[in-house]
């Protein structure tokens, strides 16, 4: 037998066994599921925060009555489902008073709705930066983020946000 031929005998025979081998190795772990994501209406788990908040702070800005018209005006559209409209009007708010908190919450909520996922969390924190940090509107602002943290499987985010709610409260003194 010539050496070329033992050669390919044995690179032949060694393919064998170990395509065998492959036939009896144990089959990759399965992966994890993934945390289903929260089926509810998650604007309406936003405001419930700031319905909840029973601080003795709660900042209330006077509005330019052009603002007041179009923040009225995406109310009723997004209670008729016209999203796109909604957050047409208060872009059109923002451009009139583009530091108003309240605003860019609103804004935050439409972008909720229509599934803009990263915009609503931005939104939310600038809100939450340029406002009193106190009240219903910072419980709104974080309750935002912990909706949005658990939208993209972020629980640790979403705890973190969590806390942060939990400054938004400022209890009244005790009177006796």
């Known amino acids: 037998m010539s050496v070329r031929r033992s050669l390919r005998l044995l690179v032949s025979a060694s393919a ?3 395509g065998g081998c492959a036939l009896f190795a144990a089959p990759p772990p ?3 599921a993934r945390a289903p994501r929260p089926n509810y209406d998650l604007v309406a788990s936003i405001r419930a925060a700031g319905a909840r908040e029973q601080s003795i702070i709660d900042v ?3 509005r330019d009555p052009a603002v007041a018209t179009l923040q009225e005006g995406a109310r009723a559209d997004e209670r008729a489902g016209r999203y796109p409209a909604a957050a047409a009007k208060l872009d059109q708010a923002l451009r009139l008073s583009p530091e108003s908190p309240d605003l860019l919450q609103d804004r ?3 972008a909720v ?3 803009d996922f990263p915009l609503a969390e931005k939104l939310a924190q600038q809100s939450w930066s340029l406002g009193p940090r106190l009240g219903p509107l910072c419980a709104r602002n974080w309750q935002t983020v912990v909706e949005m943290r658990l939208q993209a499987d972020d629980r640790a985010g979403a705890a973190s946000a969590r806390k942060w709610m939990q400054t938004c409260h400022k209890a009244g003194v005790n009177r006796y």
């Open 16 to 18: 064998i066994v170990l």
């Open 60 to 62: 209330t800005p006077l």
């Open 113 to 115: 709705r229509m599934r």
């Open 30 to 32: 399965p992966t994890p």
């Open 108 to 110: 935050a909520e439409i």
